[in-house]
């Protein structure tokens, strides 16, 4: 099953290498100028994947199975 990252990893040398040539290619950009747009385009996909929607541990409660009861309350007297 394909995820949000793998997609993401697919797409880093997509805009790297068709965003380049798709500059030089449809405008009159020259190759000087469309490297840095394409390098530009994917730090901000690896920008979006790590700061906007990061990897994040799921908490899962802890549940108590047991039937002993908890430790009484400290006495702050």
Known sequence: MTGYYDIVLGLIPLALLGGT???TTLTTLQLEAAVPIA???AALL???AM????PVDTITAKTDTTNT???PAPNAD
């Open 46 to 48: 690896i920008g979006h």
């Open 21 to 23: 040539g798709a500059l």
């Open 51 to 54: 700061f906007v929607r990061g």
């Open 39 to 41: 390098a530009l385009t």
């Open 69 to 71: 009861p908890s430790a």
